[in-house]
């Protein structure tokens, strides 16, 4: 009996593996109906407003489909659980459980997104294959996600998928640099062997120059298009706000400041001071603008030695100068670069934009200066207006209270004798009356 249950289900597998095998075109629709069923069971969705991992999910999604509409098949699901697991699913489908976010920071997230959507659909064959038998047999079992685990892409595919995030994130503006310390955290949450994730990491480094070309080429397509349209400016906004592009910009700026006789570095010096330079411009984002590194990476760019570089780079602090909120910016260090830029800058533009700058901050320096000095002034004179009032108001009182001693002393000496002549008065008074009495009596 038993027997003759083994057969009959091993029968029932081969012919499920058959019809899957024989019907390709059935695997997005199997992974659909998997992502939609567990889904559901987890009764969360893809974004959860609440929570900025769940957001962050979704922005990356929509960055990297920015850049790439072929990817925009792809949808991803956070749900609740303790496991770190990820599964990927035929059809452009992902499940990710929220115990990934206690193992990943925010790049690295960002990394997990970017690579589960970089893996090409022939690198999940077997995997959805043996995915689509699963559901077919347990369409309402567990095994499904489990198998779905177990068949996690060679080393090779995910090289190849991580060069290609790699890219990805470049053209959408996130720094290169801060990918390849991710790829060893992704073991933990997608499992694998370790060594073979350092390995990885350190062959994706060498595509982290390449990288670093597209994204400088990119934020400066976007400072760009800032100056054509409110569109394009937004963009520029956008990706300043969330930090991409503030981190990738002090980036372009340190790698172009480690070698300023490379070409490639200097081209990515120059593109970090044009954007620098529509920035200041456009004047609509002073919190990155105004941070003390970024004052100091706008320096580090305008002393280079290639004149166009540090023209804008230039431009650029003289625009930050001119609005005197960015006063707290430039203190006694970086006003005095800027003073001696104004006389050794690369080109005759960079000096002049410097010594404008520099005009404009000791221009409202010397107005505060005087304005200080007026205020000092009145605040002298009403101090000794007041001192005045308040020496005339106590010689008032002085005079008051000198009075009243006076009558006090005036009344204890002559007080006794005023009292003893009103008596003698009054004696004086009632002896006539009696007289006049008596008279009239005896009469």
Not at 370 to 397: G, L, N
Request: aromatic share 2%.
């Amino acid at each position: 009996m038993l027997r003759r249950a083994g057969v009959a289900l091993g029968t029932v597998g081969a012919a499920a593996a058959a019809w899957v095998a024989a019907q390709p075109s059935r695997e997005p629709e199997l992974g659909k109906a998997c992502f939609d069923r567990h889904v559901a069971a987890a009764g969360r969705m893809v974004v959860n407003g609440n929570e900025e991992a769940h957001k962050r999910v979704a922005r990356t999604r929509d960055l990297i489909v920015a850049v790439e509409p072929s990817l925009a098949r792809w949808t991803f699901a956070v749900v609740q659980s303790e496991s770190s697991q990820v599964v990927s699913l035929p059809g452009g489908h992902a499940i990710i459980n929220s115990g990934a976010f206690d193992l990943l920071d925010a790049p690295g997230l960002d990394l997990l997104v970017a690579r589960e959507m970089a893996l090409a659909e022939g690198s999940r064959g077997l995997a959805a294959r043996a995915l689509a038998l699963a559901h077919a047999l347990a369409p309402g079992s567990e095994v499904v996600l489990d198998v779905a685990a177990g068949l996690a892409p060679s080393s090779s595919q995910l090289l190849t998928a991580e060069r290609r995030a790699l890219s990805l994130m470049a053209r959408s503006c996130f720094d290169p640099t801060e990918v390849t310390p991710r790829v060893g955290t992704l073991t933990r949450v997608c499992g694998g062997d370790p060594a073979d994730a350092a390995q990885r990491a350190e062959q994706l480094g060498a595509d982290v120059p390449a990288a670093l070309d597209e994204a400088a080429g990119a934020l400066l397509a976007l400072a760009d298009a800032s100056a054509d349209s409110a569109d394009g400016a937004r963009a520029l906004m956008r990706a300043m706000r969330d930090a991409r592009g503030g981190v990738l910009l002090l980036s372009l700026v340190d790698h172009g400041d480690a070698d300023a006789a490379s070409p490639r570095l200097a081209a990515l010096m120059g593109a970090a001071a044009r954007v620098f330079e529509r920035l200041a411009a456009e004047r609509a984002y002073h919190p990155f603008l105004t941070q003390t590194q970024t004052v100091t990476s706008l320096l580090s760019a305008a002393c280079a030695p290639d004149g166009e570089t540090a023209a804008a780079a230039c431009r650029a602090l003289r625009a930050l100068a001119a609005d005197e909120r960015n006063d707290h910016a430039f203190q006694g260090a970086e006003l005095a670069i800027l003073s001696d830029l104004g006389v050794s800058a690369s080109s005759e533009p960079a000096a002049l934009a410097a010594q404008e700058a520099v005009a404009l901050l000791l221009a409202r320096q010397a107005q505060r200066a005087q304005s200080r000095a007026q205020r000092s002034a009145q605040v002298a004179h009403a101090r000794a207006k007041v001192e005045q009032q308040i020496a005339a108001r106590r010689d008032k009182e002085g005079k008051t209270q000198e009075a009243k001693d006076r009558r006090r002393r005036i009344s204890q000496l002559f007080g006794p004798l005023t009292r003893k002549k009103r008596a003698m008065a009054g004696g004086a008074t009632a002896a006539p009356q009696g007289q006049d009495e008596g008279q009239s009596v005896g009469s």
